[in-house]
Nanobody, 127 residues
Framework: QVQLVESGGGSVQAGGSLRLSCAVSGTTYSYYCMGWFRQAPGKEREGVAVIDSDGSASYADSVKGRFTISKDNAKNNLYLQMSSLKPEDTAMYYC?????????????????????WGQGTQVTVSS
C-alpha cells in the first residue's frame, strides 16, 4: 500500500509560482511510476508530469517549459515546481502512483484499484 499526501497549493496571480510537495510512504513495486495529475471543475483528470525511476521526466504540452517535476529519494518526497502560472492552470492537483506503462503516457489505469492517489491540493490562479 502507498500513502500520498500533497501540500503547497494556494492562490496566486497569473505569472506567479507555486511548489507542490507530495510525501510518499509505503511500498510500491518497480513497475509503478510517480507523477502529478490535475482536474478542473467539469473536466476530466489529466496527466501533468511524470518522473521515471531513472529520473527522466515527461510533461503535458500545456505545461512544458513552465513546470518541473522532481523527487528526493532520501526524503521520499515528490515535487512539482510551477512557474509562469496561468488561469487555465487552476485545478485540484493530485500526486499519483500509477503503473509506469500508463503514466509514461500521462494516463492512468481504468481499474482505479491499480492507482494510488493523494487527497489533492487546490491551485487557483487569478488573472
Amino acid at each position: 500500500q502507498v500513502q500520498l499526501v500533497e501540500s503547497g497549493g494556494g492562490s496566486v496571480q497569473a505569472g506567479g509560482s507555486l511548489r507542490l510537495s507530495c510525501a510518499v510512504s509505503g511500498t510500491t513495486y518497480s513497475y509503478y511510476c510517480m507523477g502529478w495529475f490535475r482536474q478542473a471543475p467539469g473536466k476530466e483528470r489529466e496527466g501533468v508530469a511524470v518522473i521515471d525511476s531513472d529520473g527522466s521526466a515527461s510533461y503535458a504540452d500545456s505545461v512544458k517549459g513552465r513546470f518541473t517535476i522532481s523527487k528526493d529519494n532520501a526524503k521520499n518526497n515528490l515535487y512539482l515546481q510551477m512557474s509562469s502560472l496561468k488561469p487555465e492552470d487552476t485545478a485540484m492537483y493530485y500526486c499519483a502512483a500509477v503503473y509506469c506503462a500508463f503514466l509514461r503516457k500521462l494516463q492512468y489505469s481504468d481499474d482505479d484499484s491499480d492507482n494510488y492517489w493523494g487527497q489533492g491540493t487546490q491551485v487557483t490562479v487569478s488573472s
